[in-house]
């Protein structure tokens, strides 16, 4: 299945789909955000997840993320960090999705922001999200073949050497030893 997902041509169509899909609804739902009357506030959310936190199968709240809320928005009084991570994170998690740049990445944030929104107690589309967007990861550079990531992609690797696949880097420490030795 891994094997079918990283390197088949139809799975790379599929990945496409659901990643376009993806990135229209984020996109969108940023969008949203951004061009609301009065602007998007966290803060509700934040103070609900404050209040009422998530718990485990015994009873107990998870006290990281409560702590992490409480800790950077004083009690949920000051989320305007939020509010604005928030909008555009979605909005270009769902431009990245979309165009197929910087697709991994762009994935990555979209499921911090899932966990991020499950933990605060909100469930919607999350479950679904996180679903397809494992798919997206579990395929890798598949999941961008079709997309501005076939271009970029070979650059990045190029020019951020921490990049370049393992094999190229040994062939390139091998050739340059041997013009020592």
């Known amino acids: 299945m891994m094997n079918w997902l990283r390197h088949n041509f139809v799975a790379s169509i599929i990945l496409t789909v ?40 015994h009873g107990q709240p998870y006290p990281l993320f409560t702590w992490f809320l409480k800790t950077f928005t004083d009690g949920g009084k000051h989320a305007e960090v939020f509010s604005f991570l928030v909008s555009w994170g979605e909005f270009l998690v769902g431009l990245g999705m979309i165009v197929g740049l910087l697709t991994l990445p762009a994935v990555f944030f979209a499921l911090v922001m899932n966990f991020s929104y499950m933990f605060a107690g909100v469930i919607s589309v999350n479950p679904w999200y996180i679903l397809l967007e494992f798919f997206l990861m579990a395929g890798g550079f598949n999941s961008a073949k079709i997309g501005l990531d076939r271009w970029a992609t070979p650059w990045f690797r190029k020019v951020l050497p921490f990049l370049r ?14 013009v020592y030795e």
């Open 18 to 57: 659901i990643r376009v899909y993806l990135g229209y609804e984020w996109m969108m739902d940023g969008i949203n955000k951004l061009t609301m009357k009065g602007g998007f506030s966290a803060q509700g959310m934040i103070m609900g997840a404050i209040k009422q936190p998530v718990v485990g199968p």
């Open 165 to 178: 696949k393992h094999g190229e880097t040994e062939v390139r420490i091998e050739k340059a030893l041997t």
